[in-house]
T-cell receptor, first 116, second 109 residues
Framework: DTEVTQTPKHLVMGMTNKKSLKCEQH?????MYWYKQKAKKPPELMFV???????INESVPSRFSPECPNSSLLNLHLHALQPEDSALYLC???????????????FGPGTRLTVL | DQQVKQNSPSLSVQEGRISILNCDYT??????FLWYKKYPAEGPTFLIS?????DKNEDGRFTVFLNKSAKHLSLHIVPSQPGDSAVYFC????????FGTGTSLTVIP
């Protein structure tokens, strides 16, 4: 089983709203990732959690706030977003068996976010 | 700076023929390479990977070739099927994932 689930599938929010994206995996993976993907572009890494600790933050604006409540769950809290933040947000996980360098990442289906 | 490049944004192939998707990288420290397939509005699906100690890995209709001296890898799909139509991303693993820009494959029935 290589399933990563994400909710919601679609989200429309105003610029003053606060919302959260959720991601879950039950593969025992110890690394979890948030990516942002715009149309016709490759996924862009936002955050990496390894062993439930934030290990990489790719200079993401503070209006995006990640949280890793436990090894299976990953949240992305959204506040005061801009229309240019509209994108597909992807969660991924990997085993972290021998370091991030030799891991296969498994992706969820994504949340399509629209900011009005 | 794009460390992983896919120079062909699109490719069309007749059903039953071979599809060859190419990928180039710049960092000789990369030691693990992957191919993902992506349908619109869905997450990438892992297809096949190869470690830098190998030059070929095969899984069913999919074969990945790695030429370390040329810093080049390719994905061969034989025979191509209409359901293979999607965007294909190559990725290289160093201290983090680096994705290529993607190649949109269309398999014509």
């Amino acid at each position: 089983d290589t399933e990563v689930t994400q909710t919601p599938k679609h989200l429309v929010m105003g610029m003053t709203n606060k919302k959260s994206l959720k991601c879950e995996q039950h593969m025992g993976h110890r690394a979890m990732y948030w990516y942002k993907q715009k149309a016709k572009k490759p996924p862009e890494l936002m955050f990496v959690y390894s062993y439930e600790k934030l290990s990489i933050n790719e200079s993401v604006p503070s209006r995006f706030s990640p949280e890793c409540p436990n090894s299976s769950l990953l949240n992305l809290h959204l506040h005061a977003l801009q229309p240019e933040d509209s994108a597909l947000y992807l969660c991924a996980s990997s085993q972290l068996r021998s370091g991030i360098g030799t891991d296969t990442q498994y992706f969820g289906p994504g949340t399509r976010l629209t900011v009005l | 700076d794009q460390q992983v490049k896919q120079n062909s944004p699109s490719l069309s192939v007749q059903e039953g023929r071979i599809s060859i998707l190419n990928c180039d990288y710049t960092n000789s420290m990369f030691d693990y390479f992957l191919w993902y397939k992506k349908y619109p509005a869905e997450g990438p699906t892992f297809l096949i990977s190869i470690s830098s100690i190998k030059d070929k890995n095969e899984d069913g209709r999919f074969t990945v070739f790695l030429n370390k001296s040329a810093k080049h890898l390719s994905l061969h799909i034989v025979p191509s099927q209409p359901g293979d139509s999607a965007v294909y991303f190559c990725a290289a693993n160093g201290n983090q994932f680096y994705f290529g820009t993607g190649t949109s494959l269309t398999v014509i029935p």
